[in-house]
């Protein structure tokens, strides 16, 4: 199947705007995009000059970190700009709709509403481990269904549905996009699902610097797909959405050093991770905790609302979920530096944690 054959009819023929740097390269003497001939006052940095629309050397870098091809690549400002641009292409506003599960990331039901595109939910049930079958998800998908996202490992359950990727692009073929958002993927047990890309020209999977690579606040994420649905993303996109100082923190964090440093880091959030799930299952006032493989954990407690404000009141922030459909009693707890865990167990340890008010 052509992937493209899914894309909003009206955009067929889309011509992207012929920005100043996707038609010239720089030259010696520029001219041509109305840009100031001065760097700033007292910043010799070069930021007069418009960014690439999409950084050769940045795209390399992560095209080599994904184990992908550049141009299977687009980098946007964050994977929230991918979401974006997925439904904007592929859903007509008031025909068109997405499924996913609940409780997930809420910003595929955020873009799909802006976009006037229906958001079609499958419930996943807290008490069976939110377990979710191909048939679950089919049973959602009708013929105007576009894209279906399943976030692997889930926000804010920690479920990983690594298993469920092949048959689901399977079932999918011919139908809708599967969109794989693995935002957490690099605290998971299993692998990233770039290795069937080859095999499903209508997969496209979401990865970002915002959370192992310690980088949220420069908005890099990455979408992975067919490269004739970048093409297509890339022309849809704002004509310069990177930021020469966030493409350079990027290319920073991307060094030889830096990703050995991740690396340790992320063994070490696995680490507490363990260590969190074991030491708050013993906690008086929690319930439950799932098994998660982000960096973060899910926990239902006698009361979400007491817990939170206890911590607070400790200084720490942490997630209420429990507005969340299905997420009665539940919090969100971040894994953070192993001294910061100890100060969240210590609320959760001391007796009238969790214990409603
Ligand atoms: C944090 C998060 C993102 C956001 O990524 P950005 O690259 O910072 O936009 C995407 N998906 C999920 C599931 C997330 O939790």
């Known amino acids: 199947m052509n992937p493209l ?3 909003r009819p009206d955009l067929a023929g889309f011509v992207p705007y012929a920005s100043a740097r996707r ?36 795209l390399t870098s992560l095209a080599d970190l994904y184990g992908v091809e550049p141009d299977q690549l687009f980098v946007g400002r964050g994977s929230d700009e991918a979401i974006d641009l997925l439904i904007r292409a592929f859903c007509r506003a008031g025909i068109d709709n997405i499924v996913t599960v609940s409780p997930t990331f809420g910003m595929y039901a955020i873009a799909a509403r802006v976009q006037g595109a229906q958001c079609r939910t499958v419930p996943v049930d807290a008490e069976a481990g939110f377990a979710l079958s191909v048939d679950d998800v089919m049973a959602c998908v009708d013929e105007h269904t576009r894209l279906v996202f399943l976030c692997s490992p889930n926000n804010p359950t920690g479920t990983d549905y690594h298993a469920l990727i ?31 890309l080859d095999a499903f020209p209508h997969l496209a999977i979401l990865r970002t610097l915002s959370k192992a690579y310690a980088l949220a606040g420069a908005r890099i994420g990455s979408l992975i797909a067919a490269s004739s649905v970048i093409r297509l993303i890339a022309a849809i996109a704002p004509p310069y ?19 050995a440093t991740v ?30 493989q982000g960096n973060f954990l899910l926990v239902r407690l006698g009361c979400a ?16 979920m429990s507005a969340q459909p299905g997420l009665a009693g539940c919090l969100r707890i971040g894994i953070g530096l192993p001294a910061e865990n100890d100060r969240v167990l ?9 214990v409603a008010a």
Do not use: F, K
């Not at 210590?346 to 969790?354: E, F, N, R």
């Open 5 to 7: 054959d899914l894309v």
């Open 346 to 354: 210590a609320v959760l340890q001391s007796p009238s944690a969790g």
């Open 241 to 259: 959405p990177l930021p020469t100082p966030c493409v350079e923190a990027a290319q920073a964090a991307l060094s030889a050093a830096a990703l």
């Open 263 to 292: 690396a340790d880091r992320i063994a070490v959030t696995r680490d507490e991770r363990q260590r969190l799930y074991r030491a708050m299952s013993n906690c008086a006032g929690v319930l439950r905790v799932w098994p998660g």
């Open 166 to 196: 092949r048959p689901l692009a399977e079932a999918l073929a011919g139908r809708a996009l599967l969109v794989v958002d693995e935002a957490y993927i690099e605290y998971a047990d299993d692998d990233s699902a770039t290795s069937l």
């Open 305 to 320: 609302r007491t817990t939170y404000n206890r911590l607070l009141a400790h200084g720490i922030l942490v997630r209420d």
């Open 23 to 58: 038609v010239g390269t720089p030259a010696a003497v520029c001219l041509d995009a109305n840009e100031s001939p001065w760097s700033p006052p007292g910043d010799p940095s070069g930021l007069n000059r418009y960014p690439s629309p999409q950084p050769a050397a940045l």
